[in-house]
């Protein structure tokens, strides 16, 4: 561990972007024009990325066991045994993340200079971009689970920020909350696997009875002050790293597997909640929905947070967890059957979209699925390696797209492209180069990582289907034709043929008319080069984790194998031989070249009929199909009726309960009010005044009592003072 | 003896005197009254061995504050009703407390323990004695009252004057 | 017999009390006038009466010289005002008719 104070410039340096662009923004364009905005904006990022390099150039010259750098900024929530601090730690893991986040976000931010050109809002959207990658970064740097949901929250946050960022537009603003709170369905079983942990850890289990240790309790107190060697550490704290040591005692681990919450196994519940988390944040199966909702944002948005970065987060966690997911075989088994299940469901509604950001919203939900079938069957690295190469060709992809619809004038339905193969050849190549990585065709990245994942789940041994693994890869290969069939399907309707488009395009997407004959051009340098950078990564990053069967050294392996190390012994696989491997290899890629011809046969120049006469074909049946799959399974409106309504209803009942029992209560007590002003105002007057009023007329008419002794007459004078004087003489006798 | 058959003279002719200035209707019955019960005290005075002060007493009460009184009697004197000029009022409620006073006096001057010097008391001139003591040790109130006589008189010729208007 | 201190002031008293009768029953000026006198001159013969019976000291007789200037002195100053009231009062001299000051 060693301290390395720049992991704190790693978000911070983003922080510093989203504050200066979201309080100075508007005034900065303003005066100075667009630079003003943006050059901060990416030169920040950018100095992340160098602390990132500068971080790995450390690490490497640290012994490979031990490359962990550390930052403590300060003790955040120091709570009996609790040591949740603001501190960054900086493993293997997080170091590919890392480098993911900043090199991808830097190149998007640079992209988005070109794209958000005529936005008046330019400082805006750049701020929230700083503020997504520094939250993502806090994300994958916080060395505790505290200050990784705070990181988590923060992405879902700036996800709503810039997915309504044209709020303006009604299906925009409702698109953001739908992604906001679906997220938050997640987060809640985020919270609550995260709490079941920390209480689990604590206490001591029998009978399935909970009784806190009795020495824990004085332990976690003073041993979080002056650790002393003969008290034991506290039983329960939330940093990574204590987690991991203390389950990777195993006494406490096996006394940790068998405890149960109601007759349900601790470690799978927790792990079951934290799984939900990331089915909210990296849209798989039940949650899905706000992605494809989710692409109403701009481009680059989608590109960076809905393909390379947030929604890869539930991926992080799995990996990072590791050491707890690989406890229980049944989380395992669900991840990975929730992974396929999610990678084929979202790959055939693909095939009939015609929005091109629809079809790619899908594809990575299926690429989603495919990566947690790798962390499913136990193969974190390589569900990490996916993560990196989905990132740039996913990356590539939507900025490509996102450079066809600037350059068909915000034009997103492909029935409307075409031709452009020819009007914008960059776009079209480095389309191309992320079409091959995506399907998996030999040598590019994706096809060394989305081999990886089918063999490892073929092999996994830890799963509790019948038949193993090898479901789960029938699955998994099937999704992965059907992504090279829609995928070149979509390159095809866009790139080929002739350009169908020329009708009054209405831009969706700023509400500006453009004009319409005006045919699409190549997309100016600055979006350009980002994508040709992404598809020549596309091509190349593949070779940081080239495959062992091959005998060619795995670098990403060899690297992350020191945080994976804890649960190797965990993890079995089924013992199938190389043989099998090699057998595995060139199915797929008979598979992946299957689809791309598969596609070019039909979708090529628009030339097949077949496509229009399924269209137009009377079939019931085929229109069933057709509609069923087109309207998203129907999914959306399932929820509609069911939780959306469920909720209103919900809401109806309190807004009664409000109305009647609420403010009922608070009338009751209107009489008693009015009662007690009106005791107040009879005592304020008769008392009170009475009081007063009478002091001045008891005063009055003493003195016209006295009056009476001011007679003016002399002799009574007299007369009263001999009297007086008669008096005193006897009173003074008396007395004396 | 004869002391005291004086004594007792003297205290009827004062007694009777006052009474007359008491309750007299006639304001002139009263004041020449008035002037045997000044000429009874001074001869009290003489029985008291206060010599200078029986012939002051007489001097000054008789022939000046009395003749005051005279004159001022004569000036403001209504004819019309001679008789009833000086008529008592409410007798009945004045004689009680009169009354009163006396009891209370009496009863405090023969209950005090009064403790004069023994013997007879000396009697003798006290002309010189006065005469020394007023430029002695009483210099001061002699002269005080001397500045006091003459304010009073500035301030009666003041009180007295008839107003000038001016026309 | 003997005549001792008490006798006058016994003669004082009386004295004082005439002359209080005729301070309270007088409707004249001038016969309240007279009766401050007859007080003040009872009062001088207390004075005088102790002065003798206490060793002839001369402080008593001294005492009463003042007061009899006093007196002549108060009843000048008061014969003013009775002049002053019979000017204003239409040459009445009864102290009732000075009553405007009531209260």
Same mark, same amino acid.
């Given at each position: 561990m060693v301290d390395f104070w720049a992991l704190a410039l790693i978000p911070l340096a983003p922080l510093l972007g989203a504050v200066y662009?979201?309080?100075?923004?508007?005034?900065?364009?303003?005066?100075?024009?667009?630079? =003003?905005?943006? &050059?901060?904006?990416?030169?920040?990022? /950018?100095?992340?990325?160098?602390?990132?390099?500068?971080?790995?150039?450390?690490?490497?010259?640290?012994?490979?066991?031990?490359?962990?750098? @550390?930052?403590? %900024?300060?003790?955040?929530?120091?709570?009996?045994?609790?040591?949740?601090?603001?501190?960054?730690?900086?493993?293997?893991?997080?170091? &590919?993340?890392?480098?993911?986040?900043?090199?991808?976000?830097?190149?998007?931010?640079?992209?988005?200079?070109?794209?958000?050109?005529?936005?008046?809002? $330019?400082?805006?959207?750049?701020?929230? %971009?700083?503020?997504?990658?520094?939250?993502?970064?806090?994300?994958?740097? +916080?060395?505790?689970?505290?200050?990784?949901?705070?990181?988590?929250? +923060?992405?879902?946050?700036?996800?709503?920020l810039l997915i309504g960022f044209w709020y303006k537009e009604h299906k925009n603003a409702v698109a953001g909350m739908k992604a906001f709170v679906v997220n938050r369905i997640g987060d809640f079983g985020f919270m609550l696997g995260v709490l079941l942990l920390f209480w689990g850890m604590q206490g001591d289990w029998s009978q399935g009875r909970f009784r806190p240790q009795p020495q824990a309790a004085s332990a976690a107190g003073v041993s979080a002050q002056q650790p002393e060697p003969a008290v034991p550490a506290p039983t329960a704290g939330l940093t990574f790293r204590h987690v991991k040591e203390r389950l990777s005692e195993p006494a406490f681990r096996e006394a940790f597997i068998h405890k149960k919450v109601f007759g349900i196994s601790l470690v799978a519940l927790i792990g079951t909640l934290l799984f939900i988390g990331a089915m909210g944040k990296s849209a798989q199966l039940p949650l899905y929905v706000w992605l494809p909702d /989710?692409?109403?944002?701009?481009?680059?948005?989608?590109?960076?947070?809905?393909?390379?970065?947030?929604?890869?987060?539930?991926? $992080?966690?799995?990996?990072?967890?590791?050491?707890? @997911?690989?406890?229980?075989?049944?989380?395992?088994?669900?991840?990975?059957?929730? +992974?396929?299940?999610?990678? &084929?469901?979202?790959?055939?509604?693909?095939? @009939?979209?015609?929005?091109?950001?629809?079809?790619?919203?899908?594809?990575?939900?299926?690429?989603?699925?495919?990566?947690?079938?790798?962390?499913?069957?136990? /193969?974190?690295?390589? +569900?990490?390696?996916?993560?990196?190469?989905?990132?740039?060709?996913?990356?590539?992809?939507?900025?490509?797209?996102?450079?066809?619809?600037?350059?068909?004038?915000?034009?997103?339905?492909?029935?409307?492209?075409?031709?452009?193969?020819?009007?914008?050849?960059?776009?079209?190549?480095? $389309? @191309?180069?992320?079409?091959? =990585?995506? =399907?998996?065709?030999?040598?590019?990245?994706?096809?060394?990582?989305?081999?990886?994942?089918?063999?490892?789940a073929f092999n996994a041994g830890n799963l509790i289907l019948p038949g193993g693994g090898i479901a789960v890869w029938l699955l998994g290969a099937l999704g992965a034709v059907c992504t090279s069939f829609y995928m070149f399907r979509s390159y095809y309707m866009t790139f080929s043929g002739e350009y169908r488009g020329g009708s009054r395009a209405h831009d969706r997407e700023t509400g500006a008319h453009a004009d319409p004959h005006q045919p699409p051009k190549e997309s100016p340098r600055s979006m350009t080069c980002v994508l040709i950078a992404l598809a020549a990564l596309s091509l190349v990053g593949g070779f940081a984790g080239l495959p062992r069967l091959w005998h060619l050294p795995n670098y990403l392996h060899q690297w992350l194998e020191p945080v994976f190390e804890g649960t190797a012994g965990l993890i079995r696989d089924a013992g199938h031989g190389a043989s099998v491997e090699w057998a595995l290899m060139a199915l797929s890629i008979a598979l992946a070249l299957t689809g791309w011809q598969l596609a070019r046969w039909l979708y090529l120049d628009n030339r097949n009929p077949i496509p229009q006469k399924l269209y137009a074909s009377r079939a019931a049946w085929v229109h069933g199909i057709h509609a069923l799959v087109y309207n998203k399974y129907y999914v959306d409106e399932f929820y509609n009726a069911t939780v959306v309504k469920a909720v209103m209803q919900a809401r109806l009942a309190l807004d009664w309960f409000d109305r009647t029992v609420v403010d009922g209560l608070v009338n009751v007590t209107r009489p008693i009010v009015l009662g007690l002003a009106w005791l107040h105002g009879k005592t304020d007057n008769r008392v009170v005044d009475g009081a007063v009023n009478g002091t001045a007329s008891i005063i009055s008419d003493a003195g016209g009592v006295l009056c009476l002794l001011q007679t003016g007459n002399i002799r009574t004078y007299l007369y009263l003072a001999m009297a007086g004087g008669i008096v005193l003489i006897l009173a003074s006798y008396v007395l004396f | 003896m004869t002391y005291a058959v004086m004594f007792y003279a003297l205290c009827a002719l004062i007694l009777v005197s006052s009474a007359t200035v008491a309750l007299s209707a006639n304001i002139i019955y009263s004041a020449f009254s008035l002037l045997f019960a000044f000429i009874g005290v001074g001869l009290i005075y003489a029985m008291l061995s206060a010599d200078f002060l029986a012939i002051t007493q007489l001097m000054l009460y008789v022939g000046g504050i009395l003749v005051l009184i005279l004159f001022a009697v004569m000036l403001t004197y209504q004819i019309e009703d001679s008789k009833r000029s000086n008529q008592s009022f409410s007798r009945w409620l004045a004689l009680p407390m009169a009354a009163g006073l006396f009891a209370l006096l009496t009863a405090a001057v023969l209950l005090a323990p009064w403790k004069p010097h023994a013997g007879e008391p000396p009697f003798g001139p006290m002309t010189a004695e006065i005469g020394n003591s007023l430029l002695g040790p009483y210099r001061l109130p002699f002269e005080v009252v001397s500045v006091l006589l003459v304010v009073g008189v500035i301030g009666a010729v003041v009180v007295a004057r008839k107003e000038i208007r001016e026309r | 017999m003997h005549i001792g201190l008490t006798h006058f002031l016994v003669l004082s008293a009386a004295m004082f009390c005439m002359g209080v009768l005729c301070l309270l029953s007088r409707k004249n000026a001038i016969g309240l006038l007279m009766g401050i006198e007859l007080i003040v001159n009872a009062a001088n013969v207390n004075l005088v009466a102790f002065s003798h019976f206490f060793g002839n000291a001369v402080a008593g007789q001294v005492f009463a010289l003042f007061g009899i200037v006093l007196a002549a002195v108060g009843v000048t100053v008061a014969l003013a005002i009775v002049l002053a009231l019979y000017r204003t009062f239409h040459k009445s001299i009864e102290v009732d008719s000075a009553s405007t000051l009531r209260g």
């Open positions: 662009n979201g309080l100075l923004g508007s005034r900065m364009q303003a005066r100075f024009g667009k630079p =003003a905005v943006h &050059v901060p904006a990416i030169v920040l990022p /950018a100095i992340s990325f160098a602390v990132t390099v500068a971080a790995f150039v450390k690490m490497v010259s640290l012994p490979a066991g031990e490359r962990n750098l @550390f930052c403590h %900024l300060w003790n955040w929530l120091p709570v009996g045994g609790l040591d949740a601090g603001l501190a960054f730690i900086m493993d293997p893991l997080t170091l &590919v993340m890392c480098f993911v986040v900043t090199f991808v976000g830097t190149l998007i931010h640079l992209y988005s200079v070109g794209y958000m050109r005529e936005e008046p809002g $330019y400082w805006r959207f750049f701020s929230y %971009l700083n503020l997504f990658m520094f939250s993502m970064l806090v994300l994958v740097l +916080g060395d505790n689970f505290v200050l990784m949901f705070v990181g988590w929250e +923060g992405v879902g946050l700036c996800s709503y /989710a692409m109403a944002g701009p481009t680059p948005v989608s590109a960076l947070i809905h393909a390379a970065t947030m929604v890869t987060a539930g991926v $992080y966690m799995v990996a990072r967890l590791n050491f707890i @997911f690989a406890l229980s075989p049944f989380v395992m088994t669900w991840i990975a059957v929730i +992974g396929v299940l999610t990678a &084929v469901f979202a790959a055939t509604i693909g095939f @009939f979209q015609h929005d091109i950001k629809k079809v790619l919203a899908y594809s990575t939900i299926s690429q989603l699925g495919f990566m947690f079938i790798a962390v499913g069957v136990g /193969a974190y690295g390589v +569900g990490i390696f996916h993560l990196m190469t989905h990132a740039f060709f996913k990356a590539c992809l939507f900025l490509g797209a996102g450079s066809v619809i600037v350059g068909c004038h915000h034009e997103q339905d492909m029935r409307k492209m075409g031709g452009l193969g020819k009007l914008m050849p960059v776009t079209a190549a480095t $389309y @191309f180069i992320a079409c091959c =990585a995506i =399907a998996g065709f030999p040598l590019t990245s994706g096809f060394f990582s989305k081999d990886e994942i089918l063999w490892k | - | -």
